[in-house]
């Protein structure tokens, strides 16, 4: 039998917790040195039912982009999730896991010829378009593709636009690109959008859903009998202190307005809503250095520049790619002043700041800083540059959380560790007598059982 590192075991915590009480007891003995998360799953499943309790209408496919961690992506798969792929290796992940391929639509409007070839001997026909140059390619490549047209309709900020890449404009090109598709013989079955990653405008989806409908009426008089697919995107907030709450009213009172009468699937492709507030990162002050300027009328001004063992490089990539806004807590609270500083990663590159200025109280080297809500886009970015580890991801749930979702992991009992403490690196557990695999087909007792 194959034996389970200790970071890759789930642990099934009991008694009161939080994930920062997990990172103390990790690092407490001192053996601890690298990075590392603690991934909350309760976290996971407690967003998945909120989404369905306000938008019970709504498919929630999660977008694998976002944070492809296998625990994350089969925890959702139990759940019921669908999942939007872009790249024929997220579409091998998904699948591995026992997914099928009506669960996933391969979201990817300007697609490689292989990937397509590859979607189409897996069985994921649904897949998005454009412009007429993709409409050619999978016309060679697929011609029993099942089509999705994505249109532009931006937020007025977000923290990504993705309208400057991807999305053909609803009133000029969609209509003429719906019209080519007809003439070529392909199946429009749908519209999508996506309003940009991270923004707090809540009205955009109404507009796009408008713009949706009358798309609708487009694609069925030019042809396309099968039009029922809305795809809403993403951009829907994943911090721990956020809410979907007006988004999905917004949601909701639009596609009743809109499609009122008519039958219509509706699925969204959350990403950092379901990964972002999963994870907590720890990382430990490696080096500090002190630095003491003169300012007017002779006033010096202190500052400290500390070093962790993470960056920009790794998960801190969000901070260049995602344009996040990281804040470190100290992992032991302090009654010290927080003082002016800026955090550093471990890299030689002088581009590697993670906090290019904050306030922190005095830490000593061996001190250990934690970031929350850092589970969306940063791991599947993370590089090991310069020979710095990528974090490993500690994974826990809570004991009544884990006897209802236990039977649909396609886990054995020697993934999980029960009741015991938490340790730094450490010799390989002794394996666990061997478990049948679980059946996933009991997800509505799941769903039943944790609401």
Not at 38 to 58: F, Q, S
Request: net charge negative.
């Amino acid at each position: 039998m194959k034996v389970i590192e200790e970071e890759q075991r789930i642990r099934v915590m009991e008694g009161p917790w939080s994930p920062v009480g997990v990172i103390r007891e990790i690092v407490a003995d001192g053996a601890q040195e690298d990075p590392f998360y603690v991934m909350d799953l309760g976290e996971v499943v407690a967003r998945y039912h909120r989404w369905r309790e306000l938008m019970p209408n709504v498919e929630p496919f999660y977008a694998v982009k976002c944070n492809d961690d296998r625990l994350l992506v089969t925890t959702l798969a139990a759940l019921g999730a669908g999942f939007d792929c872009a790249s024929k290796a997220e579409i091998e992940l998904v699948t591995s896991i026992g997914v099928s391929p009506q669960r996933i639509i391969f979201a990817n409007p300007a697609k490689m010829a292989s990937h397509i070839r590859y979607s189409s001997a897996a069985g994921v026909d649904v897949m998005t378009f454009d412009s007429e140059t993709e409409l050619v390619k999978i016309k060679q490549y697929m011609p029993h593709a099942q089509l999705v047209i994505r249109i532009r309709c931006d937020a007025a900020a977000a923290q990504c636009p993705l309208g400057i890449k991807f999305g053909c404009d609803p009133v000029t090109e969609a209509p003429r690109l719906i019209k080519v598709a007809a003439v070529l013989g392909l199946e429009i079955i749908g519209v999508s959008f996506h309003v940009g990653s991270g923004t707090d405008e809540t009205g955009v989806y109404g507009r796009a859903i408008r713009f949706a409908r009358a798309l609708f009426t487009v694609a069925e008089n030019a042809g396309h009998r099968r039009v029922h697919l809305l795809d809403i995107g993403g951009g829907f907030p994943g911090g721990r202190d956020s809410s979907i709450n007006e988004v999905a009213q917004v949601i909701n009172s639009a596609v009743e307005s809109e499609f009122a009468g008519r039958t219509v699937r509706v699925i969204a492709e959350p990403g950092r809503y379901f990964a972002a507030a999963a994870y907590t990162l720890a990382a430990m002050v490696h080096a500090k250095r002190e630095l003491t300027s003169k300012e007017g009328a002779g006033e010096e001004d202190k500052h400290t520049m500390y070093f962790i063992n993470d960056g920009v490089y790794g998960s801190f990539n969000c901070v260049l790619y995602d344009h996040q806004h990281v804040v470190a807590e100290p992992l032991e609270p302090s009654m010290d002043k927080a003082l002016p500083c800026s955090v550093w990663g471990p890299t030689c590159d002088g581009l590697d700041c993670v906090l290019p200025a904050t306030k922190l109280p005095t830490l000593s080297v061996g001190e250990w800083l934690v970031f929350r809500d850092m589970g969306a886009y940063t791991l599947p970015v993370a590089s090991a540059f310069n020979g710095f580890p990528v974090p490993k991801v500690r994974a826990v749930v809570d004991t009544r959380l884990w006897t209802a979702l236990k039977e649909l992991w396609p886990l054995t009992e020697s993934h999980f560790v029960v009741g015991s403490r938490m340790t730094g690196p450490s010799a390989t557990p002794p394996p666990s007598p061997p478990h049948h695999e679980a059946s996933q087909h009991v997800a509505v007792f799941v769903e039943c059982a944790l609401k």
